[in-house]
């Protein structure tokens, strides 16, 4: 039985609090083991992760830790949705939590948050999981416009979802958002704080620009850093295109790619056991080692079926 159905996971698990540099973080932490904290997704709470994968991360041997941003959700302090202020977040629960060796992740905003944290915080990080989100610099694919249509609408439907984080002409994939919407929807207590849809929407912008992440200084730690990065796409995601990950092979030495088919911005939420196992190979077979990254077993994590 997974930690979802037996009620001793996501769903159920409480919150909890830290003060720290003027302001309360809101987290949950589920597992034990080593400690992997997700950044979330633009609009995102902590309510907004589908519980079969935070169990599925927690079963594999990680402690997961989700939390809201300051200002956001039932944090406190000065809202922003600036990646590097996304980042600082983190650090500072990581931090006031007194965690070592983190393997930090992100989904799409969040994933530009993991990624500065990686740039910013190396000496806290032993592992870099990236999900649905792009690199920092130019793209070669923008994001479409139904996206920013979409994703500025006051309240999302169901149908809306399903544009937003699955592939809507692949009846699998609606079928699996349909089941990710009733895991959300299981927590019914305690639940965080809506991110308000005027402060979002005035970091959102008219419509698709490129670059979307303006970062040189994060794009060139990717290129110098040493330690490993997974990222974790749909091969049809209308606001991050895996394309632009792609077109840096050869570029960001540690980088391993991870695309599934008829997926969107959300294949966690598709796949959630699927994702939470190749993150666990991932973190087990990989090692930030002396000058570079190295395999530590023979493992391929850069295809899916």
């Known amino acids: 039985m997974n930690l979802t159905e037996s009620g001793d996971g996501a769903v159920a698990t409480h919150n909890q609090y830290v003060e720290v540099n003027g302001r ?25 992760w589908d519980p079969l ?19 956001l959700g039932l944090s406190t302090g000065e809202k922003n949705y600036d990646p590097v202020s996304l980042a600082r977040d983190a ?25 500065a944290f990686v740039a910013i915080y190396p000496q806290r990080v032993s592992h870099a999981v990236l999900i649905g989100t792009g690199p ?3 793209n070669v694919k923008n994001a479409e416009q139904l996206f920013y249509d979409t994703a500025s609408r006051p ?3 169901f149908e809306d979802e399903v544009v937003l984080f699955f592939e809507p002409r692949s009846t699998a994939s609606r079928e699996a958002a349909k089941r990710s919407h009733d895991r959300i929807a299981q927590r019914t207590s305690d639940r965080s704080v809506p991110v308000p849809i005027d402060f979002a929407v005035s970091f959102l912008g008219p419509g698709p620009r490129n670059p979307i992440f303006p970062a040189d200084a994060v794009l060139a730690a990717l290129k110098s850093t040493t330690i490993p990065i997974l990222h974790v796409g749909g091969d049809h995601d209308v ?25 969107g911005h959300g294949p966690q939420h598709e796949h959630p056991v699927a ?26 994590t850069n295809a899916a079926s």
């Open 24 to 48: 309360r973080l809101a987290y949950r932490s589920i597992g034990s083991g080593k400690p992997l904290v997700l950044c979330t997704r633009f609009r995102g709470n902590m309510d907004l």
């Open 53 to 71: 994968f935070l169990d599925s991360l927690a079963a594999t041997g990680f402690r997961v830790i989700t939390f809201d941003y300051s200002g």
């Open 91 to 115: 650090h500072d629960l990581i931090e006031a939590l007194g965690l070592q060796g983190v393997v930090i992740g992100g989904w799409s905003l969040g994933g530009l948050a993991a990624q």
């Open 136 to 138: 920092p610099g130019l």
């Open 155 to 157: 309240v999302n439907t």
């Open 239 to 263: 606001s991050f295109p895996v394309e632009n990950w792609y077109a840096l092979n050869g570029q960001l030495s540690t980088l391993q790619l991870l695309t599934f088919p008829q997926a």
């Open 275 to 300: 994702v939470a196992e190749h993150i666990a190979t991932f973190v087990r077979t990989t090692a930030r080692v002396g000058g570079g990254t190295v395999a530590t077993a023979n493992a391929t």
